[in-house]
T-cell receptor, first 112, second 113 residues
Framework: DGGITQSPKYLFRKEGQNVTLSCEQN?????MYWYRQDPGQGLRLIYY???????QKGDIAEGYSVSREKKESFPLTVTSAQKNPTAFYLC???????????FGQGTRLTVV | SQKIEQNSEALNIQEGKTATLTCNYT??????LQWYRQDPGRGPVFLLL?????KEKRKERLKVTFDTTLKQSLFHITASQPADSATYLC????????????FGPGTRLSVLP
C-alpha cells in the first residue's frame, strides 16, 4: 500500500533533549513538508523540501532542523532550542509544490 | 497583514441539512484553494481543489465555490450525516510568496442526529 508513515505516534521528551520524528513515504513524491498543529489553530509550516538535498524554512523553523538525504525520507529534529515543543506534528508529501498533499497520521510530542 | 479566516470555530447542524463553511482571506492572491477534512488525532485528508478560474467544483455531496473578487471560498455538504462531523480546513496556494500552502484555523462541524 502506498502512503506516508510517521513514527512514533506518541513521543515523550525531557526538557533539554533533542528528539527526531520520522517521516517516510513510498508515493514517489518530490515535495515533503512538516507542520505543527496546536489546539484550536491551523497547521503552521516548519520546513519543506522540493527535492532531495534541498529544503526551505517555513514560518516557524526556529528550534527545528531537517534533512532530505533520500527522496522517501524527511526526518524532523526538535532541538532543545525550541521553547515550546509540545504539539501535534504532521508530515505531508505531494507530487510537486502546490498539488494536493497527503498527510501522515501525526506524532504527538509531549515535553515532560 | 496576510490572514485566512474560517467561519466560527464550531458549527452545529441537524442531520439532513446543508452545512456551509466559509474561508475568507486577505492580502493573498492564490492560484487555487483546497479543502481538507481532519478527524481528531489524525492527519488531514484532501477533499477538493478549486482553481482561480473555476467558479464551482462538485464531488458527490460536496460543493466548493471560489470567488477571487470577494476573496472567499464556500464549502457545502448537502444531506449532511453524523459521519460528516469533523474539522474542515481550507488551504491556499501561496507559492508566489516563496512558500506553498497556508492553512486556515479550521471549522469543527458537528452534525446532530
Amino acid at each position: 500500500d502506498g502512503g506516508i508513515t510517521q513514527s512514533p505516534k506518541y513521543l515523550f521528551r525531557k526538557e533539554g533533549q533533542n528528539v527526531t520524528l520520522s517521516c517516510e513515504q513510498n508515493l514517489n513524491h518530490d515535495a515533503m513538508y512538516w507542520y505543527r498543529q496546536d489546539p484550536g489553530q491551523g497547521l503552521r509550516l516548519i520546513y519543506y523540501s522540493q527535492i532531495v538535498n534541498d529544503f526551505q524554512k517555513g514560518d516557524i523553523a526556529e528550534g527545528y532542523s531537517v534533512s532530505r538525504e533520500k527522496k522517501e525520507s524527511f526526518p524532523l529534529t526538535v532541538t532543545s532550542a525550541q521553547k515550546n515543543p509540545t504539539a501535534f506534528y504532521l508530515c505531508a508529501s505531494s507530487t510537486q509544490i502546490n498539488t494536493e498533499a497527503f498527510f501522515g497520521q501525526g506524532t504527538r510530542l509531549t515535553v515532560v | 497583514s496576510q490572514k485566512i479566516e474560517q467561519n466560527s470555530e464550531a458549527l452545529n447542524i441537524q442531520e439532513g441539512k446543508t452545512a456551509t463553511l466559509t474561508c475568507n482571506y486577505t492580502n493573498y492572491s492564490p492560484a487555487y484553494l483546497q479543502w481538507y477534512r481532519q478527524d481528531p488525532g489524525r492527519g488531514p485528508v484532501f477533499l477538493l481543489l478549486i482553481r482561480e478560474n473555476e467558479k464551482e467544483k462538485r464531488k458527490e455531496r460536496l460543493k466548493v465555490t471560489f470567488d477571487t473578487t470577494l476573496k472567499q471560498s464556500l464549502f457545502h455538504i448537502t444531506a449532511s450525516q453524523p459521519a460528516d462531523s469533523a474539522t474542515y480546513l481550507c488551504a491556499l496556494d501561496i507559492y508566489n510568496y516563496g512558500q506553498n500552502f497556508v492553512f486556515g484555523p479550521g471549522t469543527r462541524l458537528s452534525v446532530l442526529p
